[in-house]
């Protein structure tokens, strides 16, 4: 399995409250990713990094921030968590699309927003 | 840009049937194709992957995937399914240059006996 370790796993906040999302990778893979999984969605793409401070954002970035200051760390911050941000997180990793390599999965985390 | 329909929502079969799941993308080059595996409470696996070359591909776990570019489809088969093949499927599309995977909405697979 891919070294990628998410924290927490499960998450219950109160809206309204910043929560941040960690994900931690070992295999030192360039590209980043966080998507949020929703019951007939499938995943959806919050945002992405290309590197250290490199970062872009996804399909549904709306009330979501990353940071990413070292190679194996990225993180998701949530600034004001809202109900509609309950879902489950994952954070994934390639070594680039150039190569046209897949993406490695976290296990995710499930966030409650009460 | 890129996207996915998975047509099935969830299909059903008998331990031991043949299954197919399909996978339409759209792309205007030639895509990178996926298919992933998720069992409850836990991250995707990837089955198989196509990039370029023969159009039918092996994955793990007795999978295989065919691609048409006529169709545009990558369906994801296997000849006999067992218990444990139970899951959400999902199928992805990427593309060269610095453009994340896109996901369809996944197929959920229940296996009876």
């Known amino acids: 399995d891919a070294g990628i370790t998410q924290s927490p796993r499960h998450k219950v906040t109160e809206t309204g409250t910043p929560v941040t999302l960690r994900c931690h990778q070992t295999?030192?893979?360039?590209?980043m990713y966080w998507y949020r999984q929703d019951p007939g969605h499938g995943l959806r793409l919050i945002h992405y990094?290309?590197?250290?401070?490199?970062?872009d954002k996804g399909e549904v970035s709306d009330g979501y921030s990353v940071s990413r200051s070292k190679t194996e760390d990225f993180l998701l911050t949530l600034e004001s968590a809202t109900s509609s941000q309950t879902s489950v997180y994952f954070c994934?990793?390639?070594?680039?699309?150039?190569?046209?390599?897949?993406?490695?999965f976290g296990q995710g985390t499930r966030l409650t927003v009460v | 840009a890129q996207s996915v329909t998975q047509p099935d929502i969830h299909i059903t079969v008998s331990e031991g049937a043949s299954l197919e799941l399909r996978c339409n993308y759209s792309?205007?080059?030639?895509?990178?194709l996926f298919w992933y595996v998720q069992s409850p409470g836990q991250g995707l696996q990837l089955l198989l992957k196509?990039?370029?070359?023969?159009?039918l591909v092996q994955g793990i776990k007795g999978f295989e995937a065919e691609f048409k570019r006529s169709q545009s489809s990558f369906n994801l088969r296997k000849p006999s399914v067992h218990w444990s093949d139970a899951a959400e499927y999902f199928c992805?599309?990427?593309?060269?240059?610095?453009?994340?995977?896109?996901f369809g909405k996944g197929t959920r697979l229940s296996v009876i006996a």
């Open positions: 990094s290309y590197g250290v401070k490199d970062t």
């Open positions: 295999e030192n893979h360039r590209y």
């Open positions: 992805a599309v990427g593309a060269r240059g610095n453009t994340p995977l896109v």
């Open positions: 994934a990793i390639s070594q680039g699309q150039l190569e046209g390599t897949e993406a490695f």
């Open positions: 196509y990039f370029s070359g023969d159009t």
């Open positions: 792309y205007g080059a030639t895509p990178y």
